[in-house]
């Protein structure tokens, strides 16, 4: 997949397209119809794009830092999109002279340059200075300049429409079973191995820590069965293991981390690539009176992961 980041007009696209525009924050299950409806129109020769918008226009229009972070950083939206098999994906710079663009400009100017066939979007979906723009007004100022366009319904989870607030407000809940029925995949974060303080290994419970995954939209402090993408020079390798999220009070921690215990690993991980998908939430994080509680507790927490996955007991 190509990946190109738009700052101003887009280059002119020598390829017919077919292209879906969203924020796909989480490429969740409304965004999979989209995509799917999109790959529909998809003809020998011509390409399946994806345009989206960075920094995430809500916080440049409201300032809200939450939407700093993501429930698909960068990197995660690449991998997905590229596994739908998009072919180009377009990363339109949202600043505030591009929040400027009225719609018909956005359409007639910047689409206009992409050779598209036909445009794929969401039923609620804005555009242009103030999001003045609607589905109805899209239809308009795309079929003047030839180009049909193709609108979803959103879908619904429960008599609710599947959104990327409502996930993240499960995250923030912790319900990663519910993140995972509107994800259609388990919420993944992807992280590098770094040093932490080394008192894992101390306590029998050597734990990986994520480091750069600030960006994503943290999951509610506690502990949380998992399973981890371990990716090396040499392949992948995957295994199950017990994560904690959290500010650890038993040690006195000062900063949110995420770190992982890998059931049955033995080894070296320093500065691999570490991907974890939260399959179930074990416990709150609680503060113990000292090392020995919290090693006895994360026994325990070794054994309800394994119950939870389906494994066998440990053998001890
Ligand atoms: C499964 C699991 C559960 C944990 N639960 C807690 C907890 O409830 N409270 C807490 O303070 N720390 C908890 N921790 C974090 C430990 O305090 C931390 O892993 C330990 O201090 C080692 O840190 P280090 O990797 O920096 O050496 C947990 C860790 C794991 C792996
Ligand atoms: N089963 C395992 N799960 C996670 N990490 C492991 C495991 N076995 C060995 N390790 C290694 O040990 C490191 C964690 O040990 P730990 O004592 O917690 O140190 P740190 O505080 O630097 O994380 C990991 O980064 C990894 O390289």
Redesign the pocket.
């Known amino acids: 997949m190509q990946v190109y980041e738009v700052a101003g007009l887009p280059e002119i696209s020598p390829v017919p397209q077919v292209l879906a525009i969203g924020k796909f924050d989480g490429v969740h299950v409304g965004h999979q119809a989209i995509l799917e409806q999109a790959r529909h129109y998809l003809e020998p020769g011509t390409q399946f794009a994806v345009l989206c918008f960075e920094p995430h226009p809500s916080y440049v229009l409201t300032g809200d830092e939450r939407y700093l972070k993501s429930l698909t950083p960068r990197q995660e939206k690449v991998r997905i999109l590229a596994e739908y098999g998009v072919d180009a994906l377009y990363i339109v710079r949202f600043d505030t002279a591009f929040a400027s663009t009225e719609a018909e400009e956005f359409v007639k100017s910047h689409l206009a340059r992409l050779h598209l066939k036909q445009i794929v979007v969401g039923r609620d979906f804005r555009f242009g200075r103030g999001g003045k723009g609607d589905v109805d007004a899209l239809r308009t100022f795309a079929s003047d300049i030839g180009i049909g366009v193709t609108v979803v319904d959103a879908v619904e989870e429960n008599g609710a429409k599947v959104s990327s607030s409502h996930i993240r407000h499960h995250l923030g809940e912790g319900r990663v079973e519910a993140v995972e029925a509107l994800l259609g995949r388990p919420y993944t974060i992807t992280g590098t191995v770094v040093h932490?303080?080394?008192?894992?290994r101390q306590?029998g419970?050597p734990?990986a820590?994520l480091g750069g995954t600030d960006e994503y939209v943290p999951p509610k402090s506690g502990?949380y069965a998992v399973t981890a993408e371990i990716s090396r020079p040499t392949g992948h390798e995957h295994w199950f293991g017990?994560?904690?999220a959290g500010f650890?009070?038993?040690?006195s921690?000062q900063d949110f981390r995420i770190?992982v215990?890998l059931l049955g690993f033995n080894g070296d991980l320093y500065g691999e690539t570490c991907r974890v998908s939260f399959l179930r939430r074990i416990r709150d994080?609680?503060?113990?009176s000292g090392l020995d509680e919290?090693k006895q507790?994360?026994h325990a927490?070794c054994d309800t992961a394994r119950e939870m996955l389906g494994l066998p007991p440990a053998s001890r």
């Open positions: 932490g303080d080394a008192r894992g306590i419970f734990t820590n502990v017990v994560l904690n650890r009070p038993t040690v921690g770190e215990h994080e609680r503060k113990f919290l507790q994360i927490d």
